[in-house]
């Protein structure tokens, strides 16, 4: 049996709607913040980074309505991943060994990472695109906790941050993007080199480091300092991210039109791969997964429950898929419980 | 509309079962003969050719309870393909411009083409391993012909062919092997070897010069001088084949026993493309199929109708299709047809 105590709500990361949810996932906006007094995380002794644990532990009860804290240090390495799974916490954030935590509200809209790489991560992550509503939020946040905790601040370069890309405002803003036609047009390599252009950054299904997988994207902005949140925000969000929604849109309405029969044989494809293999491995499910929201989406397959594909995004990955089944199973037996979990959901032919 | 008055018996060369059918899908014997008084048909006059296709035209309706008799020079091309795709004609039959034609019985398992690379190439195709009772009948078709015809004849050589591989006794010996569990088990490169040293061919599905699709392979004897149609039917029926049939049969008990969860889910994936694909081209069809008729034998997939599947290795083939369907198409109209047609022949949940 799994050793968790973690409970986590319905809903999920992956949005349940939301404004363009068709190609926005998800709006994150995540700050980051030190505290006065301490050294960063990686100069921070045992017991600071202790200390600062406690200060938080303390004081999450009363941030956001009310948060949940998570000692990490003590939490089995399979909730660790369930976290990361919910992009509650980091990858880097769930291996450490050294005293950190996070804190998060059951909706799991707002987290607190404590003690990865600076003392504060908050994070809000909201459906959809709405990342000015994304901003209000985590601003209304940060001035709870400024309340309780002094940040460390310079009146010359602002808050100060252990990574100098983050020095500023320590305002990282990201959008997770579900492109799939441009994938199929081959016009994402032209998407690439403009965010490149434009010194964003454009990361795969499982954040910084990782490979785009199942066509879903995240785009962020990548530096910080000498601009206000505003100008970060309006450039990004008004700016670039619509360009890219319309993008998608027109590569979604070119190959309706155009090849209408491609895109259903690859809709179809996915389906019938999602309800009758015996074996699946997770990027690959990803990626079929992609194409029936894709079809979903354009209401090529009617009678597929958006809901149902939408937790599969989730469910399918490896800590859920242990969590669900009740035990822990090797990559082989995940790929059988992963199947069986898929064909079970999707149960039904459209 | 397809031009074509060939009207075709509901049995295919396919087979309808036969011993060892779950390996074994058809045997076939055919005779090389040629004309005394007649230079090979290299050589031939398209007068000369005229005279032994009118020759063989008034003589097929008595031969072998009855043939009748197709003029390919004034035959469609689609037609011609048909003839090909049934096992009636060879490709290089179906090209050729001048005197030239097959007879066969009404069930298709007696045919005589005329003016291939031999004037007379005599060919009885039945379904499964019974090459001795298709030699037999081939045996007598030959005396009938023979008590019309005169046939070359050397006291040294045996009957003279236009290709000195056929001399001798003329006889080609072969069976259409499906052998998909040695493949996944890597297996048939050693196959293969094995009888490339016993001076056997193996080919593809559509014969000489094709590469093996979907499994399937056809294998046969290749030098004929020298040795009596006993001798051949002997080394090959009684020794080869039994062995590359119990082969194949361990692979199949190898991967049930070992990998029985890969093969359902090979078997599953063919059945999830098939019934939902919008798009299929010939070659994977094949591939597919072979994977649902081996999930068929080995029981995997229950609710299958083996008649289906065996009846779409003929009908998704291109001049089928296009009969089918009544009219012409092109490659991409086929793909649709084909997906079509495999839809609703499969139709059903295993």
Known sequence: MIDTDLQFADGDWMGGGGPACDVVISSRVRLARNIAGYPFVAKASTQQRQEIVALVARCAPKWADGMVWVDLSAAPSLDRTLLVERRLISRNHAKGSKPRGVAFTRDESVSVMVNEEDHLRIQVLQPGLQLHETYERIDRVDDEVESEIDYSFSNRFGYLTACPT??????????????????????????????????????????????????????????????????????????????????????????????????????????????????????????????IRLGSCLGLIESVDPIAVRSLLLLTQP??????????????????????????????NP
């Open 319 to 348: 800590a859920h898929l242990q969590r669900i089944v009740g035990k822990r199973l090797d990559q082989a037996g995940r790929r059988i419980a992963r199947a069986e979990l898929v064909r079970e959901r999707l149960a039904g």
């Open 166 to 291: 983050n020095v500023g405002t320590g305002i990282r803003v990201s959008v997770m993007l579900h492109l799939p036609a441009l994938r199929l047009r081959g016009e994402i390599e032209k998407v690439r080199r403009a965010v490149k252009d434009m010194q964003l950054a454009l990361r795969g299904f499982h954040g910084e480091g990782t490979e785009a997988t199942g066509d879903f994207y995240q785009l962020s902005n990548q530096t910080t300092l000498g601009r206000s949140e505003r100008e970060i925000l309006g450039d990004f969000v008004d700016g670039v991210i619509p360009s890219v929604v319309e993008y998608e849109h027109r590569a979604r309405e070119a190959l309706l039109a155009k090849r209408r029969v491609f895109l259903e044989d690859q809709v179809f494809r996915a389906w019938g791969l999602l309800t009758s293999a015996r074996l699946l491995d997770a990027d690959e499910t990803l990626q079929l997964l992609s194409l």
